[in-house]
C-alpha cells in the first residue's frame, strides 16, 4: 500500500501466490521439482492491474567421490505481460585439501547464473502528480560469475574466504528525471556491469558467540545507454 498527498491518494498492490515442491532422493544428491504460480494485481492511480506469472522448476545436486559437489538447476517462467523466460543456474565446488595441521579443509568454488525480474505494477502503471510509469519497461536480466577460495581453520572454528565477481546487467530499470511538472519516471538502461572482490571472515568464539566481517571492493560502469546524454543513465 502507498499513500500519496494528493488525489488518488492511495496505491495498494498484491502477490498472491501458489505451488508445489517435491524431491526425489537420489544416490549422490536430491532433484528437487516444482511448480509455481502468482497472481499480481492493485489498484495503481486508480486504475485497476494485473498479471499473472507461471513458472516450473528443476534443480539438481550431486556429490562425486566426496570431493566435489556439483549442483544446476533451470526454472522456466511464462507470463501474461512479458511472455516466455528461462533462467539457468549452475554452482561447483572442489575439495582441495581436507584437514591438516591448522587448515580444516580447502575448497575451491565457481558459479554462473542468470535472473529475471519483472517491473512492479508502479512502475509500469503510475499516473501520479510527480511521477509516471513506463507502460514500455522491459524485464532486467542478469549474468552473476563468480568465483572463490574458502578456507576453514582450527577444527572449523574459524573461517575465510576470497571471491571475485563479475554481473552483467540488461535493461537495468532506474529512475530517472523528468522536465517538471512530472519530475520523474523509470527507464530501461540498456547495459551495465559490476565487478568486484570481497573478503569475509567469521570466527566462532564460543558455542554462542561469534564473530564475522567482510570487505568489498565495486566496480561498476554503464556499458551502453538507451540516453547518453541523461546525467543519471548516460
Do not use: C
Not at 498527498?5 to 516444482?34: C, I, N
Not at 543456474?89 to 575451491?108: D, K, N, V, Y
Not at 563468480?146 to 572449523?156: D, K
Amino acid at each position: 500500500v502507498t499513500l500519496w498527498p494528493s488525489d488518488p491518494l492511495l496505491s495498494a498492490t498484491s502477490r498472491k501466490r501458489a505451488g508445489y515442491q517435491g524431491t526425489w532422493e537420489q544416490v549422490g544428491g536430491p532433484l528437487v521439482f516444482g511448480y509455481d504460480y502468482e497472481r499480481q494485481e492493485g489498484n495503481v492511480s486508480a486504475r485497476t492491474v494485473t498479471r499473472n506469472n507461471h513458472g516450473v522448476f528443476l534443480h539438481k545436486q550431486q556429490t562425486l567421490a566426496g570431493r566435489v559437489f556439483l549442483s544446476g538447476g533451470l526454472r522456466m517462467e511464462r507470463s501474461s505481460a512479458f511472455g516466455r523466460k528461462i533462467a539457468p543456474r549452475g554452482a561447483a565446488s572442489f575439495l582441495l585439501a581436507g584437514e591438516h595441521g591448522l587448515f580444516s579443509s580447502t575448497l575451491f568454488r565457481v558459479s554462473a547464473g542468470r535472473g529475471i525480474t519483472e517491473p512492479s505494477l508502479i512502475q509500469n502503471f503510475a499516473r501520479e502528480y510527480f511521477f509516471v510509469g513506463n507502460p514500455n519497461l522491459r524485464p532486467e536480466k542478469t549474468s552473476s560469475y563468480e568465483a572463490g577460495l574458502v578456507q576453514e581453520w582450527f577444527s572449523r572454528r574459524a573461517r575465510t574466504e576470497v571471491s571475485i565477481f563479475h554481473n552483467s546487467f540488461q535493461d537495468l530499470i532506474t529512475f530517472v528525471s523528468l522536465p517538471p511538472p512530472v519530475w520523474g519516471s523509470w527507464d530501461n538502461v540498456d547495459r551495465s556491469r559490476a565487478r568486484g572482490i570481497e573478503f569475509s571472515g567469521r570466527v566462532k568464539a564460543t558455542g554462542t558467540v561469534s564473530f564475522a566481517g567482510s570487505y568489498m571492493r565495486l566496480w561498476s560502469r554503464i556499458v551502453h545507454s538507451n540516453s547518453p546524454n541523461n546525467p543519471f543513465t548516460g
